[in-house]
């Protein structure tokens, strides 16, 4: 079994390069853990929310609905004591179902994607074989921020001024998918790599 680490930048299209990869492989022996999909199931968890709202009495990070993650993004990017108290709280508990996700895929899986978005920037304790990179360059991270998330100008430059620069990321992975083009550009990154794990797949 082989684990790749799947990271980058913000808006760079980790997830829909991963989807890609899981689409195009045997639906039977490649796996995806996506962390972001993680957090946002913490945050449903009442046991979370009530970590959440203590980490600052003053606003009211959650409510009825659950926790406002609009201001949870915009106090966390403002604020980088407060960010890393609640990196402090989320990451712990990402690492064990990370854990226990690779556990249960062991006898089965032959190519696991587990998708963390911060994995140099907290040196996320994650064993794997692999590390890939999805990057882009930083006008098209904003421009992907205002268009398709609808964040404003100066809080996605404070979001990805949080983040290891992506050169250095670069430098670091095994493997760099650069996403700088149109979505077919991206899946045809993705076949090849499929086609390159080929071997994997049919060995017995």
């Known amino acids: 079994m082989i684990t790749v680490a799947i990271t980058g930048g913000i808006a760079c299209g980790k997830s829909s390069f991963t989807e890609m990869v899981l689409n195009e492989s045997p639906a039977d022996q490649v796996f995806r853990f996506d962390s972001d999909r993680c957090v946002a199931q913490l945050f449903d968890e009442d ?3 009530r970590q959440v709202a203590s980490l600052d009495s003053s606003i009211d990070l959650v409510g009825d609905s659950g926790v406002n993650r609009s201001l ?11 960010r890393e108290n609640l990196e402090s709280v989320l990451h712990p508990l990402v690492l064990e179902r990370v854990c226990a996700f690779v556990k249960s895929h062991s006898g089965s899986a032959k190519l696991l994607l587990i998708e963390v978005p ?3 920037e907290v040196e996320f304790p994650l064993k794997r074989d692999m590390d890939l990179v999805v990057a882009s360059s930083r006008a098209t991270q904003l ?19 949080s983040q ?3 050169e250095e990321k670069m430098k670091r992975a095994d493997l760099v998918i650069w996403n700088d083009g149109t979505e077919d550009a991206l899946r045809e990154q993705a076949s090849h790599l499929v086609q390159r794990c080929h071997p994997l797949f049919t060995f017995v």
């Open 47 to 49: 046991s979370v929310q």
């Open 72 to 82: 949870l993004r915009e106090r966390a990017f403002e604020n980088s004591d407060f």
């Open 118 to 120: 911060l994995l140099y």
């Open 143 to 161: 421009s992907r921020l205002s268009r398709t998330r609808e964040i404003k100008n100066d809080l996605a430059e404070r979001i990805i001024d």
């Open 164 to 166: 290891m620069l992506l």
